[in-house]
């Protein structure tokens, strides 16, 4: 008698086959958005203020299909067809008057309704549950408008500006500051958007939530308080990128501040985020203790 070895991953091979129905799908899915990523690309995803795009994107793509072989191995309830309709119908609308009018983030914000629309229609709620946070986090792939951008960075620019002015002068560099230029020495440094403007913030706020999503913390206070914290944390992640940039410009020249070390300036951003809401994340083990086998306030 012949037994069958499940593979490694308890799933079946036959679950990674596409019935003609989701291939349908796909070629559809394609045939709306290869152009308006190709367009993305070449266009807003190539400027510094928009460049986590791509990354936004690949992140997603990987989460869904870390919850994808999760979501066909369940034994899935009857699927939503009215719920998903409308979904798609809403996505199918925003896409046709964001590509139209060339508005950008009613193109790209269409995506996250067409694809739960599909779930729903396809798999059913119990499907879009389990799939919740890779939608929740193409949000954050969706360009800003223009107006809205231009009224937070401002304020933005000048806190960032301040703190690094203030913290600089505490440790005796010789810096002043005129808005958001900043004066060191005998240079000149003028705060850029992508510095510390609401795009920076807002690829930082994604980077905490991610790191929240895969640590899976049980405590809800614990998960909501660090979700708030990671607000000042990207801020003062941005001070920092700033203090670097200006330190270098201080120290190599305004070449040095320009060039090679700017890009450099950004991963410390990155990685100074990250340690800090790391940071952040186990100083708030002494609020929570655990009570019969669960996290909660303390």
Known sequence: MQVDTPTPSGTSLSRFKLSPSWLFVIA????????TFIDLFNGIWSSDENAHGPIILAVA?????????EVKADSLPAT??????????????????????????LEVASIIPVMMGVVLVMLGKQALRKLWFPFFFLIFMIPLPGVFVQIITVPLKTGVSYAAEHILYWFGYPIAR???????GQYQLLVADACAGLHSLFTLEALGLLYMNLVRHKSWFRNLLLAILIIPISFFANVIRVIVLTLITYYF????????????????????????????????????KKENGKEVPA
């Not at 793509?61 to 072989?69: A, E, I, S, V």
């Not at 005129?178 to 060191?184: A, E, F, K, N, R």
């Not at 890009?263 to 708030?284: E, H, N, W, Y």
């Open 28 to 35: 559809g899915f394609a045939a709306m958005y290869v152009p």
């Open 61 to 69: 793509t990987w989460l869904l299909w870390d919850k994808w072989n």
């Open 80 to 105: 939503s067809p009215i719920w998903g309709s409308f979904l798609l119908l809403g996505g199918f609308f925003a896409y046709f008057i964001g590509r139209s009018q060339a508005i950008d983030t």
């Open 178 to 184: 005129t808005g958001v230029i900043l004066v060191i």
């Open 253 to 288: 020249g305004d070449e040095a501040g320009q060039g090679f070390l700017h890009g450099f300036a950004g991963m410390v951003l990155f990685i100074s985020a990250l340690m800090l809401i790391i940071g952040v994340d186990s100083l708030l083990r002494i609020g929570v």
